[in-house]
């Protein structure tokens, strides 16, 4: 085996000095997760800047036999992107590969390599009055190889579905080093198996996803969105009924909050303030949007209306402006820091059928409130997705070791209440290192089988993302 100097000296040889860092100051960022729960060490961080780069390195590696983990934003929750404590694997940094390849708006799609942000994708395609939908909290820095490779979810997904869905072609290095230029902008292609999506999803652990031909939309020219106030989450399932009925394709957004976290956004998060005066125990952001120039607004107005003669909520505020619009959404999207800001958390993103969201929230809540000691509950999220972000915040920094400590026995009783809902213990996060042993308890073995055959197909020396998912 040859000595870690020798390796970085080769790897110079192949994506140019400037592309290769190895001193601690420049190499820590990339080697702790945004969650800080892995801290790894790496042989080098390696950031090449083209595909024919990136195809050397992923055939270096497979000829030395050493692992290695693609990293984008470094956003994920799970751990995926960040290295074991070896010191012996590789970082590949996407960052520097980051151009917008192509837009093709007669098409209605843009091509973009895998280290372009997400916000930079979004502003692409809106200069051409083109619109892309994929939305997260993390938009700023998360990239789209990212976004794919984890099969990113957000804030769109009632309309326009995952990531997958939004993808029509892909360009990827397979672990022996080979280019798969499967770039196409087809909306109907039936060849045979569908490789891209195998690629979604994958946490880096079958290939390198390089650039991808992404699907667009017209730009959007109208909106209307609500911040509504509810009893029941079962009130919120009858609203979403409701909005799909009377809006129809134009709802693009129904997420759900609890009190607390307008509690703990008010009080952590400068400039959030409670959208209305009264507090209540639950509330619906929701939004309608269409291409064409509609009276949304009055659309939406008169849906909440009917769904109070049903009395399914109790208050809603409109967004009278921009401004007030944006303001809703920051409200949402900073949940997870203002739940960082409180103190320790423990965080489960689970989705069950949209129907079981009231019967799962009313069991699993019970089952905190009489287990869980020094946590207060945080379950929001995605319920038009059936997503819920079923977190638990500590409610005393000095007990935070006694709160986390907890970590196993919560765990293991919400996912068993997921399983018995016939839900996923991951709706949109992954798996990464985090839940590994999740995915052992909880999937099917054949499905587990099948997955271990296709990583033993494409990957027979195991270098794509060791230790990760499965
Ligand atoms: P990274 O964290 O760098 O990597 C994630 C995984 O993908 C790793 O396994 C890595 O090895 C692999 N990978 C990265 N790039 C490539 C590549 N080019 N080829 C192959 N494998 C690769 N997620 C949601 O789904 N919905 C949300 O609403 C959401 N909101 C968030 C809000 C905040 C504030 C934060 C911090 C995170 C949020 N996330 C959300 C999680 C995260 O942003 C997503 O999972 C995102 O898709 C990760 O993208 P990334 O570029 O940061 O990937
Ligand atoms: C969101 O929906 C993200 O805001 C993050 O998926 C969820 O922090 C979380 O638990
Ligand atoms: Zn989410």
Redesign the pocket.
Known sequence: MKDDDALRTELRALVGADGVLTEGADTAPFLV??RRLYRGRALAVALPRTVEQVARVVGWCNEHRLGL??????????G??TPDESGRQLLLS?RR?NRIRAIDADNFSITAE??CV?ASVQQAADALERFFPL?????G???????????????NVVRYG??RDLLLGIE?VLPDGQVFDGLKSLRKDNTGYDLKSL?VG????L????AATLKLWPKMRSSATAFVALATPENAVKLLGVLRAQAGERLSSFELLPRIAIELTTRYISGVTDPLTTAYPWYILCELSSAADEPLSELLQQTLADAAERSLLLDAALATSERVRAAFWRLR?TV??AQRLAGSSLKH?ISVPVASLPAFISEASLWVQAHVRDGVLVCYG?AGDGNLHFNISGIDRARSETFLAQEPQIRRAIHDLVAKFAGSISA???I?RLKREELRRYASPVALGAMRAIKQALDPNGIM?PG??L
């Open positions: 997760d945004e983990v693609p990293q984008g934003g470094n956003t994920g929750y799970c995926g992107a996407l590969l895998a280290g997400l939305s997260l909290g993390s938009e820095s998360c990239q789209i190889g990212g976004n794919l490779a984890t099969n990113a979810g957000g804030l995952m990531a990827a690629l994958s946490e880096g652990t290939g390198v996803i390089t999207e997870p820091e993103d995605h949109e996060h992954g990464g993302n990760k998912l």
